[in-house]
């Protein structure tokens, strides 16, 4: 366990100044600087797959540009409009329970486990990784390894290497125990986004939000269960995915924030394939939320194609909204496509699509609906909850600024239908397929749901509390009334 603390703790540094310049003094600090160096250590995997080299020597490269950058840009004194950090007791708080949910269930790294996946896919990438430039690219080569998905992201197999360089390949568990600091640093992430829900609240609904971050911690071991905590990197993208969804459509528009959910969703591209498809889909949606789309242009066509005359308007501003929207999606997702880009230009690609499946699509279609479905049992419970919480406290949500709970569900739906494709129109058996893939491709689904009721749990407390306030406020003249009025 020490040396699984050495390899965090050296995936943290490189990632702590950013994340400092970031998210400041809150709690989210603690977890997102792992994430970063996690992130650093795949843009150099990507770096000695396209370039050559080691990965130890393009990290230590990426993680100097990195913070020599972040210095500079403090020297320069550019900073983030950072909200205001919370009081250092309610970070405090925070962070003690958010690290208590996450340290109950990282207790099993004690039985060192690992997966088959783990085995077969993540630890024998890792291995590739950190044998250099030359054993990476004709490893994922090797038609041998086809059965391991050579196509999938870096993210995983470069924090494995980077642990292998600082102590070597003799405990080979080290690699999928590093998988599962990860997975909790992300779900920590998403805990730290629940929390700051009641950030700048009343005190009973800052501590309710706090339960309530700590809660999805453990939920989201629970949704995940052994593939939590046995080397598998589907919590890890999922959960990362879950707090970009937090930070960037829920949470109230800044820059902190967006920012903290572009690293969620670069996490969860260069993590698998199911997370780079999803976490394109978010960057779309935010840059929606941030950058929103105007009917002007459809008003000016309509008035054009009745003949009315219209002040004509410069083409610069439009083109620049629609640049920022895309650079709002490709700079974060950028090393995710460059590493994809990669792959197919060296003719690698997965078995899932590699030959037609001879099973029908509509017997495919009717055994993944069902297969999915069996793991959304949360979906229904959701449903009503959105359904009740529009209809009683849509206007407490939006003075909170909080984002609409559709953008919420459009990312739900749009992984569901991606991995729903998938299955539809893949080459595996379906029924084997589902078997022993769709408790794990519907993670994602899962935790955002779950923590969508956690949302509108906060702020029902916060309207319950708001309520009690008032009651209490105008029953005092009542009972003085009631007591013939004041006493000299």
């Not at 919370?86 to 949910?101: D, K, N």
């Not at 730290?192 to 071991?221: E, K």
């Not at 780079?276 to 000016?300: C, E, F, K, M």
């Not at 709002?328 to 997965?350: K, Q, T």
Request: net charge positive.
């Amino acid at each position: 366990m020490t040396e699984l603390l050495v390899v965090i703790a050296g995936l943290g540094a490189p990632g702590f100044l950013l994340a400092l310049a970031v998210a400041g003094a809150s709690p989210v600090l603690v977890f997102l600087a792992p994430l970063i160096g996690a992130g650093l250590a795949a843009v150099a995997a990507v770096l000695e797959l396209g370039v050559g080299g080691s990965l130890l020597a393009w990290y230590v490269a990426v993680a100097v540009i990195a913070n020599v950058a972040v210095v500079a840009l403090w020297l320069a004194r550019v900073r983030f409009p950072a909200p205001a950090d919370p009081p250092w007791e309610w970070s405090i708080l925070t962070l003690a329970v958010v690290l208590v949910a996450l340290i109950i269930p990282l207790r099993a790294l004690r039985a060192e486990l690992i997966g088959w996946d783990a085995n077969s896919i993540w630890l024998t990438h890792a291995l590739m990784v950190s044998g250099g430039h030359h054993a990476l690219v004709s490893g994922l080569k090797n038609p041998v390894y086809l059965f391991s998905n050579p196509d999938y992201p870096p993210l995983v197999p470069a924090a494995g290497g980077l642990a292998f360089a600082l102590f070597g390949r003799g405990d080979l568990h080290i690699a999928p125990g590093t998988t599962v600091l990860l997975n909790a640093c992300a779900l920590g992430v998403v805990g730290a986004g629940i929390a700051a829900l009641g950030s700048g609240r009343r005190q009973l609904t800052r501590l309710g939000a706090i339960a309530a971050g700590g809660a999805i911690c453990l939920v989201g071991f629970a949704v995940a269960g052994q593939f939590g905590v046995n080397g598998y990197t589907d919590l890890l993208w999922a959960a990362a995915a879950v707090g970009a969804v937090i930070w960037g459509l829920v949470l109230p528009r800044g820059t902190q924030a967006l920012v903290i959910a572009w690293i969620c969703a670069a996490v969860a591209t260069l993590t698998k394939n199911e997370g780079l498809t999803t976490g394109l889909a978010l960057l779309v949606l935010i840059a929606l939320r941030y950058r929103p789309l105007t009917l002007s242009w459809v008003r000016r066509l309509r008035r054009r194609s009745e003949g009315r005359r219209f002040p004509d308007v410069a083409a610069w501003p439009v083109a620049r909204e629609w640049a920022e929207r895309a650079g709002f999606v490709v700079v974060p997702a950028l090393p995710g496509l460059v590493w994809a880009g990669l792959i197919h230009r060296l003719g690698i690609s997965d078995r899932f699509f590699e030959s037609p499946s001879s099973e029908t699509l509509v017997l495919r279609a009717h055994a993944t609906i069902d297969g999915m479905a069996a793991q959304l049992a949360v979906a229904p419970v959701a449903a009503a909850v959105l359904v009740a919480g529009c209809c009683l406290l849509r206007r407490d949500r939006e003075r909170a600024r909080f984002g609409n709970p559709a953008w919420l569900w459009l990312a739900c739906l749009a992984s569901l239908l991606t991995i729903f494709a998938t299955y539809v129109f893949g080459g595996y058996e379906i029924y084997g397929w589902l078997t022993y893939s769709v408790n794990r491709t519907t993670i994602f689904a899962q935790l955002l749901l779950y923590a969508e009721l956690a949302i509108w749990l906060v702020i029902a407390l916060d309207t319950a509390f708001a309520d009690d306030r008032v009651q209490q406020r105008n029953a005092t003249p009542s009972a003085v009334s009631a007591a013939g009025g004041p006493r000299s």
